[in-house]
Nanobody, 118 residues
Framework: QVQLVESGGGSVQTGGSLTLSCATSLLTHWRYCMHWFRQAPSMKREKVAT????????SYANSVKGRFAISQDNAKNTLYLQMNSLKPEDTAMYFCAASNCYSSPDYWGQGTQVTVSS
């Protein structure tokens, strides 16, 4: 059974940093893309970052480019999202997800809350 388990959320002040982790066995499956999404209250879920397992390619939402970085550690079966220069508008529940790279996510984690105060 596929599992995605996020951790690392918390509360920080503007300008601070957090690293989110997602424990999963999918990092060695080349057909998958791994994603981080976020959803703020009353807002649509937004894809923040993607990492392709086949070639290591990455992509980011414009709102986080230059501040966030997605990475993996296969030895630890863990996907990461390093978040720097955090802003109040980054406040959201963050979800790890996995998909065939040409479709919507098939698997989701339970989410981890990130709160950035001004």
């Amino acid at each position: 059974q596929v599992q995605l388990v996020e951790s690392g959320g918390g509360s920080v002040q503007t300008g601070g940093s957090l690293t989110l982790s997602c424990a999963t066995s999918l990092l060695t499956h080349w057909r998958y893309c791994m994603h981080w999404f976020r959803q703020a209250p009353s807002m649509k879920r937004e894809k923040v970052a993607t990492l392709g397992m086949a070639d290591g390619s990455t992509s980011y939402a414009n709102s986080v480019k230059g501040r966030f970085a997605i990475s993996q550690d296969n030895a630890k079966n863990t996907l990461y999202l390093q978040m720097n220069s955090l802003k109040p508008e980054d406040t959201a529940m963050y979800f790890c997800a996995a998909s065939n790279c040409y479709s919507s996510p098939d698997y989701w984690g339970q989410g981890t809350q990130v709160t950035v105060s001004s």
